[in-house]
């Protein structure tokens, strides 16, 4: 490190050198070496695959937790604040013994596998205990986005989830909260609540479940457990339509674990520490989160924050109050971490401290903020804490390919875990990836049709994204995210435009003025952006006269428009292709409806709904002379 430059005072936004956090070294970490057979066909295809053979893996999820209730009975498995805030805590014995009472209550009202069990509330220790107990003797939970209920107008998509899987029982944290969306979809199905029972008539107290202890009746059931039996019943975003229910067997689940293991074997030295908001109805959190904690004998803290305003605030103080040592996040939470780490190198010490690893999934990490956390690594540890990511989806347990080694820059997907095989198939211009494993889900629920279109003739499962070498001349450097196949356009003058990759590099150098945003240009000359306006960061480039101003009036503000054209022009010169050069930005207001499908319950944007949604706001963009247009 004597070589090295110094750490700049403070921490630059955007360091425009070559990187100054480069000169350092990664904190240590037990990786294995990466491991690559290369498969060219003729066709243009190729096949990547990792001879490491994929290690046995258990029958059933539950037999983790039976093997971990049995090793450390009394370590806190799951932890959530109640009411009062204080920490209730759930060891492995109790889980254990809570979801085998679960499983015996179920058998004894005659739930089985033909039927789900829904879960349509935010995590919960009770939500943990319901869907274990249910999968272990062949009953397949289904969680539910608690914004189909909550934040819908029309109820449409709980609605088409009770409708197409019928559920035998649904179960809601509050029977009041959810009162709305139950008596307007109404489903033929047994009502579980853990709060105010009373206000649906019928409805059955929790703890109900939890009266009789287990018989051997969940013996034998759990003893008929297969791999190919449906653990979960995970729905995609329902962001291109209504969702469909992604088979989760509990073989994809088990042996996802065990590939994580495989290329992580530091899990094997120390129990993973994570506090952690993400859902579980989601498969970022559902499995790989909630599994990794299971598999190697952890805790997890369950965050009530969400990075939203008004709802990070919960996520600091939990995050200042517990020590973690493993931080699994989407972007959007390092973007507002960051900050409050670098204003406290006291809080940046006590999350940063013990931490072995940062990951990122769900969606891209800007390198100006991957730049940010690694300088602020390097205070606090002298060396780099090592970032990584993976690709993946609902269907492939999530993580199909993965970074198991620090690469230093953002984008690096990495190369496919021991047992699965991916392919490389040409598609319009780009490089679709497909995979064919243990860990691929079989299809989806009730839906033979969408099922066959999901894979292609040797059984690979089509994810729809695009991936590209990080260095053509050397594959061990992995593969990096190029894109959505579906998503990226021609401009008139038949220039591609890769939408995914485009965005993220553009999201770099206008945050914050802009959060998030969408890229407008198919049959068009030239490339634009619908932008959702940050006001707050807008409001603060004006200065004390943004105080009395309407949304509409902040984006049109003379000086938001000049500091953007700057970012705008920064951007550009980086970029001065004509399939990455941006022409125009258009400010709303109106944030993401979820009700058109323009973004998911965890904050992530579909491209092409916004686009349909906002197809007059795209016309205008082109046309110019808006308020609230920007072009350079």
């Not at 999350?351 to 205070?379: M, T």
């Not at 991916?422 to 995979?435: D, Q, S, V, Y």
């Not at 409806?593 to 904050?603: L, R």
């Amino acid at each position: 490190m004597s070589d090295a430059r110094p750490i700049p005072d403070p921490i630059p936004d955007r360091d425009p050198s070559t990187g100054w956090t480069k000169d350092w070294p990664f904190t240590p970490l037990r990786l294995p070496e990466r491991a690559l057979e290369i498969e060219r066909r003729d066709n243009g295809e190729t096949v990547l695959r990792n001879p490491t053979p994929l290690e046995p893996y258990p029958v059933q999820v539950s037999d983790d937790l039976r093997r971990q209730a049995a090793r450390i009975p009394d370590r806190t498995f799951l932890a959530q604040r109640n009411e009062a805030g204080d920490w209730v805590h759930l060891s492995y014995a109790a889980a254990r013994d809570r979801a085998d009472r679960v499983s015996q209550w179920l058998l004894d009202n005659g739930h089985n596998g033909d039927n789900p069990v829904a879960i349509l509330s935010d995590n919960s220790l009770n939500f943990a205990v319901l869907q274990l107990g249910a999968m272990q003797v062949g009953i397949p939970a289904m969680p539910v986005s608690p914004a189909y209920s909550l934040m819908s107008k029309d109820f449409a998509k709980v609605r088409h989830a009770c409708d197409s899987f019928t559920p035998s029982l649904v179960y809601v944290e509050d029977a009041a909260l959810f009162k709305p969306a139950l008596e307007a979809v109404n489903p033929p199905a047994t009502i579980v609540a853990t709060r105010n029972v009373e206000a649906i008539a019928g409805a059955i107290p929790f703890d109900d479940l939890l009266a009789a202890g287990a018989g051997e009746a969940v013996e034998r059931a759990y003893a008929t457990v297969t791999g190919d039996s449906i653990g979960k019943i995970l729905l995609t975003s329902g962001s291109t339509g209504l969702p469909k229910g992604v088979i989760n067997t509990q073989r994809l689940m088990c042996s996802s674990a065990t590939q994580t293991g495989q290329v992580w074997p530091f899990l094997h030295d120390e129990p993973p520490v994570i506090c952690d908001w993400l859902p579980w109805n989601h498969t970022f959190a559902a499995n790989f989160n909630f599994n990794t904690i299971l598999r190697f004998g952890g805790t997890y803290w369950m965050d009530e924050g969400k990075p939203v305003p008004g709802r990070f605030e919960a996520t600091l103080r939990n995050l200042r109050e517990v020590k973690i040592n493993q931080y699994m996040n989407v972007a959007r939470a390092y973007d507002l971490l960051v900050p409050a780490l670098e204003a406290d190198p006291a809080f940046a010490e006590h999350v940063l401290g013990d931490c072995q690893y940062l990951f990122y999934a769900g969606a891209g990490l800007p390198q100006a903020l991957w730049d940010r956390i690694e300088a602020l690594s390097i205070r606090v540890r002298g060396a780099r804490i090592p970032m990584m990511t993976s690709l993946g989806s609902t269907e492939t347990g999530p993580p199909a390919v993965k970074a198991y080694w620090p690469s230093g820059r953002s984008g690096n997907v990495g190369l496919p875990m021991p047992g699965l095989e991916a392919k490389l198939a040409p598609a319009g211009g780009k490089t679709e990836i497909r995979f064919r494993g243990p860990n691929i889900a079989p299809g989806y629920y009730r839906n033979p049709e969408r099922t066959a279109e999901a894979f292609d003739a040797e059984g690979f499962y089509r994810i729809g994204d695009a991936v590209k070498w990080v260095d053509e001349a050397d594959p061990m450097q992995g593969l990096s995210f190029d894109g959505r196949v579906a998503e990226n356009f021609k401009l008139l003058t038949g220039t591609w435009v890769a939408t995914g990759v485009l965005r993220l590099d553009a999201l770099s150098f206008l945050g914050p003025l802009v959060s998030d945003a969408a890229v407008t240009g198919e049959d068009r000359d030239e490339v634009g952006l619908l932008g959702f306006a940050n006001i707050d960061a807008c409001k603060a480039e004006i200065g004390p006269d943004a105080g009395g101003l309407s949304p509409a009036e902040i984006v049109a503000h003379p000086a938001v428009h000049d500091a953007l054209r700057e970012k705008i022009a920064a951007y550009n010169r980086e970029h001065p292709g004509s399939s990455q050069r941006i022409a125009r930005v258009l400010l709303m207001t109106a944030p993401p409806d979820i009700d058109a499908g323009e973004i998911t319950d965890k904050g992530y944007l579909n491209q092409r709904a916004i686009l349909t949604a906002r197809a007059e706001l795209v016309e205008r963009l082109y046309e110019g002379g808006g308020a609230d247009v920007v072009t350079v």
